[in-house]
């Protein structure tokens, strides 16, 4: 059973038991459209369950869209930042702002979607609509076109209710009169500043202090094990130069592509134009079949195909432009639809078809020439390409098998590497936290740490470091962890213990100073605690960061100081470390400058929408608060079984 474990773990037992376990993905994936178990709803929103599956899809889609404007972006940072849980608690609030909407009747057509649909450049060509380029970009993303139109819907939906709340909103001259007032305000301040390296440069730490403290805390001054790590490396690229193609078998391999290109049908094309009518929540399947005998009936009384195609289609692609299709090969259409293609005469109208997305009607309006395929000349460079990459590949994975079967039947590399040919390599002495290439991957380091290979001192199991890449590897050597030599860590624990001494210090002065203040002490009393001089910083704006960010939020908080006066005096702790006490000497409120009446429109305007943006998250916290909510998030994780 045990070597029956390691089989399944290994490259060549994954692509066998994904073989063997196919009909049950397909299932799965089936059970996905049609609803799975309890344990994949996550939540419930106004009696719409939200599933495990639409928060993943939803995640990954966010994190793609990270992932493009920010490439070098650690993947951890980007895992940690865009989780389950906070996208769950989006998609909630979007099913509450849907379920508001619709109870408020809310609506956007099929036709007011569709005319946006064309013109999105996504689903353009040469400038103009391409059902063919619509339909394909969908299905490269796993949509249906009547799913992608669904969406759009309540998306626009959702819009019309923010709009509802964010552009109605307004503000008044007088509410921006204030804001400038505050906005724009300027302070300026006195101060005195406890600089904490300056401090720490103050104090001196002898050499018997340094060497105690490298005694006391050996444990933090360590250098960490180290490795020599054998390890044996395939890839597809190192067997190139044993890989042999010659014209005999670039010739067979055309002929063998122009067969399968003839019989497939591939390159023959015919435009086509179709009716659909579609079969969705509000439309069952004998209803449609009703409603397209409606359209034939309407064809064979005179209506040209065209005109049906804008009173009858639910294509939102096609139906304004005829029911046109535009030029279609094998494999770009439904079966169903293929396989009446294949037997229409130009110009005759199809019986009605049923598919997937509902019951269509077609005609076939134009056969194209059939395309001749290239010459062999043309495509010999890319078929001896293709021929010398297949042939790799079936080596690699003649010697993946073979190495993956002798790494646990030998007690070390040299065997195993013997029998396919390969060189064991070594490294110098590594830490696991700095693996050299081709090791620095999580796959290796898990597999180094495990106990089979760092403890027992076995071969790992084959690994795929990444696609197409594969590695077994052993710990030769280990050097235990040793202390780091006190030279080199000299510098490091004097400045350890300077920089204690002055947050010490520090923290005993902040009780002086504010025992001093209770008393009355004024500000020049407290520089002369700090041993530091009475600084000005004038024209202070709200946001600022000089002399600290802590000191500007400090300041605008304060009240107004009296007229030709001086506000009290403040302390606060800066993020280095540093003390910086602190008062308000003089206020300067904003609006000085009137605006033009273009300026303020544009400002009231601006305005607006910050209060509309206000007004709205003020909704939706009240739509959470209101509405028939219930949260699974235990679920969130496909390891989770039901909730009792």
Known sequence: MQEFRRFVRGPVGKVLLAAIILPFVISGFYGYFVGGGSGDVVAEVEGTPITRNAVNQRVERVRDMLR?????????????????????????NEQLILSAAEKSKLVFSTS????????????????????????????????????YIRGLQQDMVKEQYRAGFMATNFALPSELDEQRRLGEQ?????????????????????????????????????????????????????????????????????????????????????????????VDGDRSLEDAKVRA??????????????????????????????????????????????????????????????????????????VAEERDMPTLAELSSQIRADLK????????????????????????????????????????????????SPLNAPAVQQALNSDEVRRDGHNSELLESAPG????????????????????????????????????????????????????ASLEDIATLFEAEVQEQEGLQRGGAEPSMEVVNGAFSQSRPAEEGEGSVAITRTGNGSLIAYQVTRVEDGNAEPLTDEQQ??????????????????????????????????????NTGDEQ
């Open 68 to 92: 493009q404007q920010s490439p070098n972006m650690n993947p951890a940072l980007l895992d940690s930042f865009v989780r389950p849980a906070m996208v769950l608690d989006g998609l909630v």
């Open 112 to 147: 007011q979607v569709s005319a946006d649909v064309r013109q999105i450049e996504l689903f353009q060509e040469d400038g103009k609509f391409s059902n063919n380029r619509f339909e394909r970009e969908l299905r490269s993303r796993g949509m249906s076109p009547q799913g």
């Open 186 to 278: 300027v302070r300026d301040i006195r101060y005195t500043e406890l600089d904490l390296n300056a401090l720490r440069s103050s104090f001196s730490v002898s050499d018997d202090e340094i060497a105690t403290f490298y005694e006391e805390n050996q444990g933090e001054f360590m250098r960490p094990e180290e490795f020599r790590i054998a390890y044996v490396s395939l890839s597809a690229d190192q067997y190139a130069d044993q890989v042999s193609v010659t014209d005999e078998d670039v010739a067979e391999e055309y002929e063998v592509r122009k067969a399968i290109l003839a019989e497939s049908g591939a390159n023959t094309a015919r435009k086509v134009a179709h009716i659909l009518i579609a």
């Open 293 to 366: 005998e409606e359209a034939e009936k309407a064809i064979a009384g005179g209506m040209s195909f065209a005109d049906a195609a804008a009173d009858y289609s639910d294509d939102p692609g096609s139906a304004s432009s005829g029911g046109d299709l535009g030029v279609v090969t094998k494999g770009a259409l439904p079966e169903e639809m293929e396989a009446a293609i294949a037997e229409l005469e130009p110009g005759v109208v199809s019986a009605p078809v049923v598919s997937d997305a509902g019951v269509h009607l077609i005609k076939v309006t134009e």
């Open 389 to 436: 990459q297949a042939r790799a590949e079936a080596m690699l994975n003649e010697d993946v098998a073979t190495l993956e079967e002798s790494l646990y039947e030998h007690s070390s590399l040299d065997s195993p590497a013997e029998q396919i040919g390969a060189e064991v390599q070594r490294t110098e002495w590594v830490a696991l936290s700095a693996l050299p």
């Open 469 to 520: 890449q594969y590695l077994a590897v052993r710990i030769v050597e280990e050097k235990a962890a040793e202390p780091l030599p006190l030279d080199e860590v000299r510098f490091a624990i004097e400045e350890r213990i300077k920089g204690e001494r002055a947050a010490d210090k520090v923290q005993s002065l902040i009780g002086e100073a504010e025992k001093k203040l209770e008393e009355g």
């Open 601 to 638: 429109l544009a400002a009231l305007r601006e305005l607006g929408n910050i209060e509309g943006q206000r007004s709205f998250r003020q909704v939706v916290a009240l739509l959470r608060e209101e509405g028939d909510v219930e949260l699974h998030s235990s679920r969130l994780s496909p």
